[in-house]
């Protein structure tokens, strides 16, 4: 009898919200919609994604991406963007934030919860060895690269993240 009682208030909940047309949302969704509602005085962080270098070094890989439209033609796939920077934020996930709102698609390896953390190797088909043997995305905090994976580093307010093609990341690190 009780276990009848709660199916029928759910029944009558769910056709409440159906008829007052409430427009439930996910999570995410919900975060979508409102990410970039930036307000004075929030906490922010600024991500990018610049595959210049890339559009420079041209090659097949690039021209066809550059011909499907994945790649802009000044190759910046993500102007500056400030996020709201919230509690537990790791630069992947507001990576990850950025990336969905601007329908980027990403492709890593790894896990958020492993030791060894997040790579990403590709950006909307730009990946690694696109453009040779050590080019790949690297990512920065304020002009330098962290000794840690995105996914376990927590930025600062203010802290700018990019996500850059290098054709040549031997060079980089050295």
């Given amino acids: 009898m009780k276990k009848d009682l709660i ?3 759910a029944l009558i909940l769910l056709a409440v919200v159906l008829i007052s047309g409430i427009d439930v949302k996910s999570v995410d969704e919900y975060y ?10 929030d906490p922010t962080v600024t991500v990018r994604v610049d595959a210049s270098a890339a ?19 000044d190759g910046v796939l993500l102007p500056d963007t400030a996020l709201v920077l919230r509690e537990g934020d790791s630069a992947y996930g507001l990576f990850l934030r950025a ?14 919860k492993s030791l060894s953390g997040v790579y990403v190797k590709g950006i909307n088909g730009l990946s690694e060895f696109s453009c040779g043997s050590s080019s790949g995305w690297i990512f920065t905090v304020n002009g330098k690269a962290p000794e840690t994976s ?10 700018v993240i990019e996500w850059r093609f290098e054709t040549d990341l031997n060079g980089f690190f050295n």
């Fill in 32 to 41: 979508l919609l409102h990410a970039e509602d930036v307000k004075p005085g």
């Fill in 7 to 9: 199916v029928l208030l």
């Fill in 99 to 112: 990336a969905r709102i601007h329908k980027l698609t990403v492709e890593h390896e790894g896990n958020e």
């Fill in 150 to 159: 995105p996914s376990a580093y927590y930025p600062a307010d203010g802290d």
């Fill in 55 to 73: 559009v420079k070094a041209g090659g097949k890989p690039v021209e066809a991406l550059l011909s499907l439209g994945d790649l802009p033609p």
